[in-house]
C-alpha cells in the first residue's frame, strides 16, 4: 500500500519567502506529526495532529510556523519569512492511534533557504 | 522532559559479527520505545518497538532490542551484521499516556558501518 508521501522533494527559497509542504499520510490514520531533522541530528518534533485539531504545537519554533489538516488527512506546514536558519529537512510521519502505534514516515522535504 | 542518548556517533563492525547499538532514554514515567533506520536519501523506516510485556523485542531485518528499565536502555543488537544494515540509527522514546503530547523524542543517531 501507499505510505506517507511528501511533496515537493525539494525546496529552495530565499529569505524573506513564504514556503508550503505538504504531507499526504497514509490512508486511515489519524495521527499525523511534523518533524524537523537537521544535518546531523536526529528528528525534532514540531506538531501533532489528532484529527484535524491540532493536539500538541509544543514543537513549533516561533510564529512563523504554523500547519494545518482542515479535511483530517492531507496536511500542510507553512512557513513565513523564511530564515537560512530553517534550512533542514521537513519529515512528516503518521499512525493508526497515537498511543502505542509507531509512527510512519514520509521521504521529507528538504527545504534551502538562502 | 523526556531525553534519549545515544552515546556512540559510529559503530564499526565486521560482516558476520554480532552488533550493538547503544541507547538510553529519561522519562518521569513508563516508556514506549522505539528504534527507526534511515538510509541516504529516504525517509525513517520502523524496525521494532517495546510497549510492554516481554523484555526482548524482535524486530525487521533480524534486529532485536532489549529493554532494560533498571539500567534505563534499550540497545539494539543483530547477531550477524550483513554489509546492508550499514546506515543511521535512531532510539526514540515516548512517555505513556498521561503526557498529552505523544511526540516522539530522538536521540542523535549512531552510524553503523559494517565491513566485508
Known amino acids: 500500500g501507499a505510505g506517507v508521501s511528501q511533496t515537493p522533494s525539494n525546496k529552495v527559497t530565499e529569505k524573506g519567502k513564504y514556503v508550503e509542504l505538504r504531507c499526504d499520510p497514509i490512508?486511515?490514520?489519524?495521527?499525523l506529526y511534523w518533524y524537523r531533522q537537521s544535518l546531523g541530528q536526529g528528528p525534532e518534533f514540531l506538531i501533532y495532529?489528532?484529527?484535524?485539531?491540532?493536539?500538541?504545537d509544543s514543537g513549533l519554533p516561533n510564529d512563523r510556523f504554523f500547519a494545518v489538516r482542515p479535511e483530517g488527512s492531507v496536511s500542510t506546514l507553512k512557513i513565513q519569512r523564511t530564515e537560512r536558519g530553517d534550512s533542514a529537512v521537513y519529515l512528516c510521519?503518521?499512525?493508526?492511534?497515537?498511543?502505542?502505534?509507531?509512527?510512519?514516515f514520509g521521504p521529507g522535504t528538504r527545504l534551502t533557504v538562502l | 522532559a523526556q531525553s534519549v542518548a545515544q552515546p556512540e556517533d559510529q559503530v564499526n563492525v565486521a560482516e558476520g559479527n554480532p552488533l550493538t547499538v547503544k541507547c538510553t532514554y529519561s522519562v518521569s514515567g513508563n516508556p514506549y520505545l522505539f528504534w527507526y533506520v534511515q538510509y541516504p536519501n529516504r525517509g525513517l523506516q520502523f524496525l521494532l518497538k517495546y510497549i510492554t510485556g516481554d523484555n526482548l523485542v524482535k524486530g525487521s531485518y533480524g534486529f532485536e532490542a532489549e529493554f532494560n528499565k533498571s539500567q534505563t536502555s534499550f540497545h539494539l543488537k543483530k547477531p550477524s551484521a550483513l554489509v546492508s544494515d550499514s546506515a543511521l540509527y535512531f532510539c526514540a522514546v515516548r512517555e505513556r499516556p498521561g503526557n498529552a503530547g505523544n511526540m516522539l523524542t530522538f536521540g542523535g543517531g549512531t552510524r553503523l558501518m559494517v565491513k566485508p
Open positions: 490512508s486511515g490514520h489519524t495521527a
Open positions: 495532529f489528532q484529527g484535524t485539531g491540532a493536539a500538541d
Open positions: 510521519a503518521s499512525s493508526l492511534f497515537a498511543q502505542t502505534d509507531e509512527q510512519f
